[in-house]
């Protein structure tokens, strides 16, 4: 019988194999601001768990070789993802001289391709076992108890970026509050606007290529120039409007970054909508006016559920968008994880950025997952459509 | 009553229902036929509404169905829209109890009839009632469409091709029922369809429409033995207008007093029926017996040949 490789498997061997022999696993700094010395795997740990982890590797790379069941690849390429998130913080105390409380140890490149290479399989895997909404949503959890359990345990804490959470701890969650209220609530007013709006340029043609190219052209706006562009207006409101100012309303602050997000959020909410709506059968709404709906009725009973996996799709796009714009926010003292990312490049101390910039990677990650298995939840019920 | 009067439909500059005017009579069965294209569903949108008028007005029941909203109009008139229309992100129960939803029907209420309408329809409640429409043959699907037009009962009921995708033996079920549900709930109903068999069969009264204009409004009989012209004439089919003729009569109507040997005709029985039956069993004549198997007399070969002459 002829051996059978797995294609994607091959790719994913490669990866792995130039981030295992290829590439350094940490990097030890003297300080946390100079450059650091590279050490491989073996390096980093005792001799003989070295070792270890290496065999760990080639029996996960073994598995995504060849044509295993999709299962067997997903649990190794679980297994070795912890084995990996573990492994790094043992290395970083057996690197760190004792008593020395200067030297850092992050990761370095070896580490980060691995974790895509292993990641990458895992996502491949979850692809192919076509789980249910519900399946990935808990694929999801699980994954994010597995990252507290470890975080908490403090395995990681002798890591730099954890030197660098420890010294703010109560910051960093003060902006990760500010962060998540900036993403998620420019998206829930985006979608409080654009929903009506899309509704009301879909039965108002007229009003729709308008609204939708100014909503383009607003996209189109780098974030500084809005940014820019909001100070004067915000500044005046706040002179000018009693009660404004007491409201956070500012030129700079939460107050224009909110805004802009809010209006970088309409486009996808406002043209979803409206494809979404275009896309519900004819045969069905002329069937909804014949069975006595109102518009009204017409709307909420067969126009949006069947139009809700395209809305869906875009709220998921605004809130995968805004979870990463929201770090620019940190610019003009919006606050978020930006504060991390420009501090740290203010001072070239990259765990500092990272400390940013890991985090808002997560939150937009799993925020995707979410969305998508509502979607699929969503489009399992109304996927008749097509065949309507 | 459904009064049509000086009915036009214009789209831009195109005419596509040309001053139709015609009484449709209450609790009978109205069944538009004509070519693609011809007017057919535009004609009876303009009765719940669906496409308003360009000119000319529409009365029911001697009210101007303008006379009210739209919406409260179409809740009192059965719609099965040509196709099927159904809702494809709620289940066949939840399709059918549409109307009675709208109405604000109780759930025991509802459901019975729901329960009561998949019967009528050959669909096994416990199969059907939570599938989605997508997990039905065009078949069903059409007949959930029917369904859903019938659940609040209403006075007047659309149907726009409505056995289109059935099989022989499930229309000629569905027609029958319909029939049956007419006679029980004295339903006014406008019928469209390509099939002059299933016009024959149910019809009272025959519109034909072509171009946007009705050629011709009057019982099927009258079709067969005063065309108003070749279009209709052709539409009928030459070689089918004896048979056309016998299939609007009954049995009862062409029996006559006397015996006959063999198996009992029944008097529902249509005259084309009969005389098929006649011919294949090779007897001259039958007995006629009622429903209850009362005997009514015979029908005679020779009473059918006459009744399928124009010169009758
Ligand atoms: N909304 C509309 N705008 C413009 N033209 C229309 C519209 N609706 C229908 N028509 C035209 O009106 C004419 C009659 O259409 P209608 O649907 O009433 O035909 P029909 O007799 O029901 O045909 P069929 O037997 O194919 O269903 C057609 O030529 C059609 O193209
Ligand atoms: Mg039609």
Not at chain 1, 240 to 258: C, D, E, L, Q, Y
Not at chain 2, 134 to 150: F, I, M, T
Request: hydrophobic share 50%; aromatic share 6%; charged share 15%.
């Amino acid at each position: 019988m002829r051996i059978r490789f797995d294609k994607l498997g091959v790719a994913i061997t490669l990866i792995a194999a130039y981030g295992t022999l290829g590439s350094g696993f940490a990097v030890l700094k003297p300080n946390r601001i100079v450059q650091g010395q590279v050490k491989s795997i073996l390096e980093c740990f005792p001799a003989w768990a070295g070792a270890a982890l290496i065999v760990l590797m080639l029996l996960t790379v073994f598995v995504a070789l060849f044509r295993t069941p999709p299962w067997l690849k997903l649990g190794a390429a679980a297994s070795a993802l912890a084995t990996l998130a573990v492994a790094i913080g043992l290395a970083a105390d057996f690197l760190t001289p004792a008593g020395n409380s200067y030297a850092r140890v992050s990761p370095a490149s070896g580490f980060w391709i691995l974790l895509f290479a292993f990641a990458l399989l895992a996502a491949d895997a979850i692809t192919r076992l076509k789980p249910a909404p519900w399946m990935r949503v808990l694929f999801l959890f699980i994954a994010a108890a597995g990252i507290a359990l470890i975080f908490l345990s403090g395995i990681w804490s002798g890591l730099s970026i954890m030197k660098e959470y420890a010294g703010r701890a109560d910051v960093f969650w003060a902006e990760a509050g500010k962060h998540v209220m900036l993403a998620l609530g420019s998206l829930v007013a985006a979608t409080v606007v654009g929903l009506p709006l899309g509704v009301l340029c879909h039965r108002v043609a007229p009003l729709r290529a308008s609204v939708l190219n100014i909503l383009n052209l607003i996209q189109t706006i780098p974030s500084i120039a809005l940014f820019g562009i909001l100070i004067a207006p915000l500044a005046w409101i706040a002179a000018t409007v009693p009660g404004a100012a007491a409201i956070g309303i500012r030129g700079i602050g939460v107050a224009p970054a909110f805004v802009a997000l809010f209006l970088y959020s309409l486009l996808p909410i406002v043209a979803n909508t409206v494809v979404g709506l275009a896309g519900v059968p004819r045969e069905a709404n002329e069937a909804a006016r014949g069975t006595g709906m109102t518009d009204m009725q017409r709307l909420f009973q067969i126009e949006f559920p069947l139009a809700l996996p395209v809305i869906l799709t875009g709220i998921r796009i605004v809130l995968v968008q805004n979870i990463g714009l929201a770090t620019i926010a940190a610019l003009i003292g919006g606050g978020g994880f930006g504060v991390f990312v420009f501090q740290g490049i203010g001072q070239t101390a990259m765990d500092l950025v990272l400390l940013g910039a890991v985090p808002t990677v997560a939150l937009a990650f799993a925020a995707a997952v979410l969305l998508d298995a509502l979607i699929q939840a969503n489009s399992r019920i109304s996927n008749g459509a097509g065949s309507a | 009553m459904i009064e049509i009067e000086g009915i036009t439909k214009r789209y831009d500059d195109t005419t596509v229902v040309d001053g139709v005017s015609m009484v449709i009579e209450p609790r009978t069965v109205t069944v538009v036929v004509g070519t693609s294209g011809s007017g057919k569903t535009t004609l009876m949108r303009m009765i719940n509404r669906l496409v308003e008028p360009t000119f000319g007005t529409i009365r029911i029941d001697g009210e101007d169905n303008r006379s009210m909203p739209a919406h409260e109009l179409r809740r009192r008139i059965g719609y099965a829209i040509q196709g099927h229309g159904l809702f494809p992100h709620r289940t066949v129960a939840q399709n059918i109890a549409t109307v009675p939803g709208l109405l604000g029907w109780g759930k025991s209420r509802t459901a019975a009839k729901v329960e009561e309408l998949l019967a009528l329809f050959q669909l096994d409640p416990a199969t059907f009632a939570d599938r989605y429409p997508h997990e039905l043959s065009g078949g069903q699907q059409q007949r959930v469409g029917v369904a859903r037009a019938l659940a609040a009962e209403p006075n007047i009921l659309l149907m726009d091709e409505p056995f289109g995708a059935l099989d022989p033996i499930i229309r000629a079920k569905a027609q029958d029922d319909l029939l049956a549900i007419q006679k029980h709930f004295n339903t006014t109903i406008v019928l469209v369809t390509h099939d002059m068999n299933e016009a024959f069969h149910l019809a009272n009264k025959i519109a034909v429409m072509d171009k946007g204009s009705v050629l011709q409004y009057g019982p099927p009989a009258e079709l067969v033995r005063a065309p108003a012209n070749t279009f209709v004439e052709t539409l009928i089919g030459e070689t089918e207008r004896p048979f056309r003729l016998l299939s609007t009569g009954t049995a009862c109507a062409a029996a006559e007093p006397g015996e006959a040997e063999g198996e009992p005709i029944r008097e529902d029985l249509s005259q084309q029926e009969v005389l098929a039956e006649l011919l294949w069993s090779g007897r001259r004549a039958a007995p006629v017996v009622s429903a209850g198997g009362a005997p009514m007399g015979r029908v005679t070969l020779e009473a059918l040949v006459k009744r399928a002459s124009r010169l009758q």
